[in-house]
């Protein structure tokens, strides 16, 4: 009896043990089998949206965006320790690039390693402004610069990435069309700006920008800068002044009082849902704004 006993105790030791080993050989050959996963850092909103359309279902990309979507523009943000803890993560860093995210240098002084993906590498952009995404045109570089920038990081999902940027590409370019239709009403037209953002929907819709203001949460605006605004807009003819609601609601609604000026309150892209289809949808909205603003003004 002792030694069925001693048997069995053997039986279920060997039983154990080819059990845990071939556990350990299928979690390696799992292992061996799973795609490696890449984490993708945006720099902000537009960037997030961008690499989101481009990413699409990738499963071995993890994406994430280093500002919270209300942030807004990244004009003297500070980074936070949860932010080098995110980017200590990365395999890539997708910016807009232009100065827009003015503490880059600290990220590559900590993280020298780390693939930085400058969107605006390729963009012309406009003096002392990189707010580039607010150009249908520019924007479009932006995305393929990202996608060659993931591609050559993550080589096994470059032909996914390829696909879902062209996919991405041929909408931007529906939009890119409605664009040029409304140029007939805004080519030439003189405008005012209450956003340097601006300067990209001026070039790209032919406008002439004859006076400029940079509004936002910290801007203290003078009685002498208004009468300069009003000043500008009787003596240059213009009949259409481009603002952001958020910081530019008040001076827009001095300046339609005082002169025969209307506001075209435009979305800058900065903030908004975590939706792909989100810069579409907002700049979809701008062009029809556009349109309904200067078509009754067009002389024609």
Not at 16 to 42: D, M, Q
Not at 70 to 93: K, N
Not at 271 to 295: C, H, P, V, W
Request: charge should be negative; include cysteine.
């Amino acid at each position: 009896m002792k030694n069925k006993y001693v048997f069995v105790t053997v039986m279920l030791a060997v039983l154990l043990f080819l059990s845990v080993g071939l556990t350990k050989i299928y979690v390696n050959h799992e292992e061996e089998n799973k795609s490696e996963e890449y984490t993708v850092v945006t720099s902000f909103y537009p960037m997030y949206i961008a690499a989101l359309n481009i990413v699409g279902d990738c499963e071995n990309v993890k994406l994430e965006n280093l500002s919270e979507p209300q942030t807004g523009c990244l004009h003297d943000y500070q980074l936070t320790p949860a932010d080098m803890q995110l980017l200590s993560t990365a395999d890539a860093f997708v910016i807009n690039g232009g100065g827009i995210e003015s503490f880059l240098g600290e990220v590559a002084e900590q993280y020298p390693d780390l693939k930085i993906i400058d969107a605006s590498e390729r963009v012309d952009l406009l003096e002392d402004n990189a707010h580039a995404w607010m150009s249908i045109t520019d924007y479009m570089v932006q995305i393929e610069t990202i996608t060659e920038g993931l591609s050559e990081l993550d080589a096994e999902d470059a032909g996914t990435f390829l696909a879902n940027a062209e996919s991405y590409l041929n909408k931007l370019q529906g939009l890119k069309a409605q664009a040029d239709e409304v140029k007939q009403f805004t080519e030439g037209q003189n405008v005012v700006i209450f956003h340097e953002a601006y300067e990209y929907v001026a070039e790209e819709y032919g406008m002439n920008v004859s006076y400029g203001m940079d509004l936002d949460e910290e801007r203290q605006v003078s009685a002498g800068e208004v009468a300069e605004v009003v000043r500008q807009v009787k003596e240059g003819g213009v009949k259409v002044i481009l603002a952001e609601e958020l910081y530019g609601k008040d001076m827009g609604d001095t300046v339609e009082s005082e002169t025969d000026a209307k506001v075209c309150y435009l979305d800058a892209l900065v903030r908004g849902e975590y939706e792909a289809d989100s810069y579409l949808n907002a700049m979809q909205n701008n062009i029809t704004l556009l349109k309904e603003a200067f078509a009754d003004e067009k002389d024609y």
